[in-house]
């Protein structure tokens, strides 16, 4: 599935292998995979972690106020 899905965006299989795990495992996790790919590449998997908290956390409240919006409305 991961391939098939990187095709698309033409993505390396470090982004999308840090990303699938950062998704799943969070911060904790997401270092390890970036390190078995090359053991500079740790930060990397920490910054994508704390990247997609920072966008899963606004995106969740921007989907909130959305839907609130929308039950006004109706």
């Given at each position: 599935m991961g391939a098939?899905?990187?095709?698309?965006?033409?993505?390396?299989?470090f982004f999308i292998a840090v990303g699938?795990?950062?998704?799943?495992?969070?911060?904790a996790s997401a270092p390890i995979v970036a390190?078995?790919?090359h053991p500079a590449l740790a930060p990397v998997g920490v910054l994508l972690a704390v990247l997609g908290y920072a966008i899963g956390t606004y995106g969740g409240w921007v989907s909130a106020l959305i839907m609130q919006w929308v039950f006004q409305q109706f």
């Open positions: 098939e899905a990187a095709a698309p965006i033409f993505a390396p299989y699938s795990q950062a998704n799943i495992g969070a911060a390190s078995a790919f």
